[in-house]
């Protein structure tokens, strides 16, 4: 399967380099892009939601397996794995719209605003995911 046919079923894609995409994560309902995708030279594709949904959750929803994220191997070769899937500017590029998030909700308290029990949630939300973010970028 190609990258194409994945994008195909996401929404609000958007291409952040060669090969790269973020996008909302149909696993949970995202109002902002908590998906990254990329596509290896060697044809495979590599899933990451920094919400936290695991790559199967992720492919039920679009209705996909994990077999359609790997190319048909020709003579068996190994391709060469990677250290780090997502590099740090993919990282910043997802986590660019929880900062802000953040901001506005930031914003909200300093000007003595009681945030709504759905608005503490997703501050909660916002915090992991840059947590995760730093996980995933380092070594």
């Avoid at 060697?42 to 899933?47: F, P």
């Avoid at 190319?71 to 719209?97: H, M, Q, T, W, Y």
Wanted: glycine share 8%.
């Amino acid at each position: 399967m190609s990258s194409n046919a994945l994008l195909s079923r996401l929404e609000r894609v958007r291409k952040t380099g060669n090969g790269r995409w973020t996008c909302r994560c149909p696993a949970h309902e995202d109002k902002g892009p908590s998906l990254a995708v990329r596509e290896l030279d060697d044809g495979r594709i590599l899933l990451h939601c920094f919400a936290g949904c695991e790559t199967q959750s992720v492919l039920d929803a679009v209705g996909l397996t994990f077999e359609d994220l790997f190319p048909e191997r020709i003579g068996g070769d190994l391709a060469k794995r990677e250290r780090r899937p997502f590099n740090a500017v993919d990282v910043l590029r997802c986590l660019s719209f929880e900062a802000l998030v953040l901001y506005q909700y930031a914003t909200s308290l300093a000007r003595g605003e009681v945030l709504t029990a759905e608005a503490k949630e997703r501050l909660l939300t916002a915090a992991k995911r840059f947590q995760h973010g730093a996980e995933v970028t380092h070594a």
